[in-house]
């Protein structure tokens, strides 16, 4: 296991803050390890998320949020929920290395993963995504920064932004860090229409952003029939070490697809049954993939909206 | 035409207002941005409407779950017995808050319960409400307040491109009863179609996603009438109605639809035995 390797000066300092504002709190506060990172790899650094929703407390801490260092900069790969989390992601860069932050790559454009963009601002990063990213958060831009007020309000929302990519990837592509590269390969809808994965060749550690999740139940936001597919395929690549966009730090090929793909044919299973059977989507929502809720975390909260989105694909067929 | 076309900055205040609203489990509150009088008079004028009189009943989910896909079903029970005549479903909030009005003709059936069902966008905490006009032109109505869950759910299509790509491909289905002398029998519609609200901002061009949507859908049975839906963008992208039809000889559904550019789709059920 690796251990976490630092705690921000930034977070620290909140934390001291905090204990000196409550002498009865006993419990540490929930955000008072978020900016915990791990060298999972030589210059390889992943912030494991929580198991959680956003809330005013997590700060939208829920997704992976990792970076790596080469010898001439740095990747930084998701960037976390929220602006506050961006800057503790920040800090923990900065805290291994002052070499420049030359990347933001975000694997998809869920508000988990690519919020926390607007803390690297002032190192002019290249924003870099699918493409198919820029008018996916394009067209979502307004609804997830109203969600995101909503859900960790005002106040600790404040500073988040959409930022844009300024590089658009359509065919595997590398980056250069110096002593290592990334190679970026586009997928097919999946998880969403955007999702990218990231290889680095020095570690050969393989990014799969939100195409993996686990202990977290997964988000269907793109294709079902897509994402199953995706999996096979992933499944028989090689990678020393594979990092989830929701759960442990690293996992291995190809076990750790296995609960996820478990989960998806359920539910494809018996959503296509139910659909052979002329329920209605209300219907389907009831009992389709219900096989399933002990084995995830935040089942009741996406289980049932993945069922929508499986059933309204599957009933092309 | 859509009237209360409001601004996103304004949307941001209702969502705060409409939490507040949830935390005190007390719609009252959320009085003040009541559009239904509004919504009210400009439809069915100062004609007096029953609510919650067991003429029409309006199944919502208690939580949003996927605001681009919020399925609602509107049952008229057994126990009416007469024609319809028409049938109109609201959401308040939503920028379009007039989702669709069913006009009723000949093939619509009756001696059994009728049932319509579609999916909705739901821009934000709203009333959702079904108005049900009965042949002798009495207004009925039922009601849900519908929260929204907030999150990743964007009310955006899934998969854009790969939806575009089938525009205006239709399924037609009927599904008949378990006892075939069943006066009432049930069919499907679905069309591939974005259904854009012209509300999004395509961010390749720097414009607005221009706003294409079905307007028109007319459902026959047997070449008479069963409906004519007027639809607007409060329907969800690639849109899906269920629906209720008299018994008629051969059962075969044939759908005209039309879009706000004009595309004229077409489609009907499989001919038995293929």
């Known amino acids: 296991m690796c251990t976490p390797n630092l705690i921000s000066r930034k977070t620290f300092l909140k934390a001291a803050l905090a204990l000196a504002a409550s002498p009865l709190l006993r419990y540490s506060p929930a955000w008072a390890d978020s900016a915990e990172v791990s060298e999972v790899a030589p210059g390889v650094f992943v912030h494991q998320g929580r198991y959680e929703v956003q809330s005013p407390e997590n700060r939208g801490d829920m997704a992976n949020a990792n970076f790596v260092v080469g010898s001439e900069g740095v990747a930084v790969i998701d960037t976390s929920g929220s602006e506050v989390m961006g800057e503790d992601l920040r800090d923990a860069v900065r805290a291994v290395t002052s070499k420049p932050i030359k990347y933001v790559i975000n694997t998809h454009m869920h508000p988990d993963h690519v919020f926390g963009n607007a803390a690297f601002k002032q190192y002019n990063p290249t924003y870099v995504g699918h493409y198919k990213l820029a008018r996916a958060l394009g067209t979502r831009a307004e609804s997830y920064i109203t969600a995101g007020k909503e859900m960790m309000g005002e106040k600790v929302f404040a500073g988040s932004e959409i930022i844009l990519p300024t590089m658009a990837i359509e065919e595997p592509t590398t980056l250069d860090l110096g002593d290592r590269t990334l190679l970026l390969e586009p997928m097919p809808t999946a998880h969403t229409d955007n999702d990218l994965i990231v290889t680095d060749s020095k570690t050969d550690t393989l990014f799969l952003g939100d195409l993996l999740f686990s202990v977290v139940v997964p988000t269907l936001d793109g294709s079902i029939k897509g994402w199953l597919a995706l999996i096979d395929q992933l499944g028989q690549r090689k990678a020393a070490r594979v990092i989830p966009g929701h759960g442990p730090q690293t996992m291995q090929l190809p076990g750790a697809l296995e609960p996820e793909q478990r989960y998806l044919a359920t539910v494809a299973t018996d959503v296509r049954r139910l659909i052979a059977e002329g329920k209605t989507l209300s219907e389907a929502t009831k009992t389709a993939g219900f096989s399933e809720k002990d084995a995830w975390k935040l089942f009741d909260q996406y289980h049932v909206r993945n069922v929508t989105a499986a059933f309204a694909e599957l009933e092309w067929e | ?274």
């Open chain 2, 1 to 274: 035409m859509p009237r209360p076309l409001k601004t996103f900055a304004r949307n941001f205040g209702l969502a705060a207002l409409a939490a507040a609203a949830l935390v005190l489990a007390m719609p009252a509150a959320y009085a003040e941005e009541n559009m239904w009088p509004i919504l009210r008079q400009d439809e069915f004028g100062d004609r007096p409407i029953q609510e919650n009189d067991g003429m029409v009943v309006l199944e919502a989910p208690q939580k949003v779950e996927d605001a681009a896909l919020v399925p609602l079903t509107v049952r008229v029970p057994p126990s009416v017995k007469g024609k319809l005549k028409s049938l109109t479903l609201f959401i308040d909030n939503n920028p379009d808050p007039k989702v669709a009005k069913l006009t009723f003709g000949p093939a619509q059936g009756t001696g059994g319960e009728r049932n319509f069902s579609t999916r909705v966008r739901v821009d934000n905490f709203s009333h959702v409400r079904a108005v049900l006009e009965t042949e002798d032109g009495t207004l009925h109505m039922a009601t849900k307040f519908l929260a929204a869950a907030g999150g990743c759910a964007a009310m955006q299509a899934k998969d854009p491109d790969a939806d575009m790509a089938d525009i205006g491909k239709t399924i037609v289905r009927v599904f008949p009863p378990a006892l075939e002398s069943d006066p009432i029998w049930a069919g499907q519609v679905m069309i591939k179609h974005p259904n854009e609200n012209g509300m999004q901002l395509d961010i390749n061009t720097a414009k607005f996603i221009p706003a294409r949507y079905v307007k028109e859908v007319t459902v026959k049975r047997d070449g008479e009438l069963v409906f004519k839906l007027d639809g607007t963008f409060s329907i969800s992208t690639n849109p899906n109605f269920r629906f209720t039809f008299g018994k008629g000889k051969a059962n075969d559904l044939d759908v005209v639809i039309v879009d706000t550019d004009g595309a004229v789709f077409k489609g009907q059920t499989q001919p038995k035995g293929s």
